[in-house]
């Protein structure tokens, strides 16, 4: 059998509701990389612990449908919208990752911000600009923003002033 040593095995990881059992890091293993599937979340449903199983935890997101198509999907019907505040949307984990990925489409420039478990920024990625759907942008929407480093406990899509939606989030142990 041949042997692909730099291909790396990724779980999808499907919703979970609130009675579903957490992740028990000490008995189980965490996969080296998790992608989040969000076609199980409802529309306007408001993410925060749908996916605790798998060590991370949602703040200020909720599930859409874009009905704008300036900000279309990068797979499936439903992605992530920065909502109740405008333009932050927060995942916190449970035991530090080493890297965070998702693909952004935003009105404005975007940071994705990494924190330490000291709260300090350990490395950014920036989407230069607003990457609208039939805009004048240089930069195509479902742009992905990328951060790597060995202590990521928490991670910040920031659009100064603007909205933002991502979709298909990724990370790994």
């Given at each position: 059998?041949?042997?692909?040593?730099?291909?790396v095995k990724s779980i999808i990881a499907a919703v979970e509701r609130?009675?579903?059992?957490t992740w028990d890091s000490s008995a189980q293993e965490f996969p080296p990389c998790v992608r989040l599937d969000f076609e199980g979340l409802t529309r306007f449903e408001v993410v925060c612990d749908q996916y605790k199983r798998w060590g991370v935890r949602f703040d200020n997101?909720?599930?859409?449908?874009?009905?704008?198509?300036?900000?279309?999907?990068?797979?499936?019907d439903i992605v992530l919208m920065a909502a109740p505040k405008s333009g932050f949307l927060e995942l916190?984990?449970?035991?530090?990752?080493?890297?965070?990925?998702?693909?952004?489409t935003s009105s404005r420039f975007t940071a994705m911000s990494a924190y330490n478990h000291l709260g300090q920024t350990i490395t950014r990625g920036e989407l230069p600009a607003a990457n609208l759907a039939n805009s004048?942008?240089?930069?195509?929407?479902?742009?992905?923003?990328?951060?790597?480093?060995?202590?990521?406990?928490?991670?910040?899509?920031?659009?100064?002033?603007?909205?933002?939606?991502?979709?298909?989030?990724?990370?790994g142990y």
């Open positions: 059998m041949y042997n692909r040593p730099n291909v609130d009675d579903s059992q997101a909720i599930a859409v449908t874009p009905s704008n198509p300036a900000y279309p999907t990068h797979s499936g916190t984990f449970e035991r530090p990752v080493q890297f965070v990925s998702g693909y952004v004048n942008s240089g930069v195509e929407p479902n742009q992905q923003l990328i951060v790597r480093s060995p202590d990521i406990h928490r991670v910040t899509f920031y659009a100064f002033d603007g909205e933002l939606v991502v979709d298909d989030i990724s990370f």
